[in-house]
């Protein structure tokens, strides 16, 4: 498991993975309060979870302690894709 952390968007990726190719996450299921995304691979098998919002969900130590990614590099749900002030996620 890695975590990766965008302050400037207050996003984090929590990989249950080694990496996610692109194209590999094929289903992406939001939280029903707008929090997170589930992405699952074809076959079913959870591959991370996107938190929106990260400072206020998850522990402080987690996130000082995740790699911090670019935009390039973000996670698959995450492309395209920002929050809003309450950190729910908005359309592309």
């Known amino acids: 498991m890695r ?16 990496g996610i190719a692109s194209g590999e996450a094929v289903r992406h299921v939001a939280a029903e309060d707008g929090t997170a995304v589930l992405d699952y691979d074809s076959e079913g098998r959870l591959l991370g979870i996107e938190v929106f919002g990260a400072a206020r969900r998850l522990p402080r130590s987690l996130l000082e302690a995740a790699g911090s990614t670019a935009p390039a590099s973000a996670p698959p749900a ?9 950190g729910r996620p908005t359309a592309p």
């Open 3 to 18: 975590v990766a952390y965008d302050a400037s968007a207050d996003m984090a990726y929590i990989y249950l993975t080694d």
């Open 78 to 86: 995450a492309r395209g894709r920002g929050v809003d002030d309450d």
